[in-house]
């Protein structure tokens, strides 16, 4: 009985050490290599990553990495175990994501985001290019040449969802794809005192990433003393930081 009783115990403690001596799996180290920019946004900065650009990564439904934006490197390392594959899922953006609405007065401003998913695998490298696009839109006012002269106030207004704004010519406003559109109206007075204007207008044509440019015209018939209206669509809609000519 004790002869059975100690090769059981000398069993047990063959296994114990068996499993301490058990060898460890390699940790690679994968290297993405990153080039973020805002689409058509002009950067004469020589860095990889625009600075207006955050970063998230990944993996699992889990957050992997962040770094804010002006701090992200133009290589991340990535661990992944030997003969491993792991999906991540790269997030690029402005960190204005839920306040973009509220700057410059209300007026707002551009906002940015990309989501773009990779695959990586043990000790690989992998270059990565992102333009991040615009995920709101812009509207600009254009006004005929010695507007300011011949109507000394006017107030140019927008509105789109609960929002309602009034802006100046080569001001731009800011605007949800989501709510489907805007309307604008413009009433001028005139040196003598008189009032023009006309009803809102609803434009629904909108998309994202674009600026629409409004243009009005003298009316044709001078003896009117009305203003006619013309609306243009840029087709250089992409956002920039260019002035909008008059």
């Not at 044509?205 to 006619?228: H, R």
Request: with cysteine; net charge negative.
């Amino acid at each position: 009985m004790r002869k059975i009783l100690y090769i059981l115990i000398s069993g047990l403690l063959a296994v114990s050490c068996q499993q301490e001596y058990l060898p460890e799996q390699a940790l690679g180290e994968c290297v993405l290599e990153l080039n973020l920019s805002r689409a058509n946004k002009p950067d004469a900065s020589t860095r990889a990553v625009d600075d207006d650009l955050a970063v998230s990564i990944f993996t699992g439904g889990i957050l992997y990495k962040y770094y804010p934006a002006g701090e992200v490197p133009s290589k991340i390392v990535l661990d992944i175990l030997e003969g491993e594959k792991k999906t991540f899922v790269i997030q690029a953006y402005t960190e204005n994501q839920d306040s973009w609405q509220n700057a410059n007065s209300g007026k707002g401003e551009g906002c940015y985001f990309a989501e773009q998913t990779i695959e990586m695998e043990y000790d690989e490298f992998k270059h990565l290019d992102m333009s991040v696009p615009m995920t709101n839109y812009a509207v600009s006012l254009e006004l005929p040449p010695l507007f300011d002269v011949l109507f000394p106030h006017y107030t140019f207004s927008l509105t789109s969802g609960n929002r309602n704004i009034s802006i100046l010519q080569k001001e731009k406003a800011y605007f949800d794809i989501r709510d489907g559109g805007f309307s604008y109206a413009l009433q001028a007075t005139n040196m003598d005192g008189a009032t023009h204007s006309h009803s809102p207008i609803q434009f629904t044509d909108v998309e994202s990433g674009k600026l629409f440019l409004l243009k009005y015209n003298y009316d044709s018939d001078a003896t009117s003393g009305g203003i006619e209206i013309e609306i243009t669509l840029d087709m250089n809609t992409e956002e920039t930081d260019k002035e909008i000519e008059p």
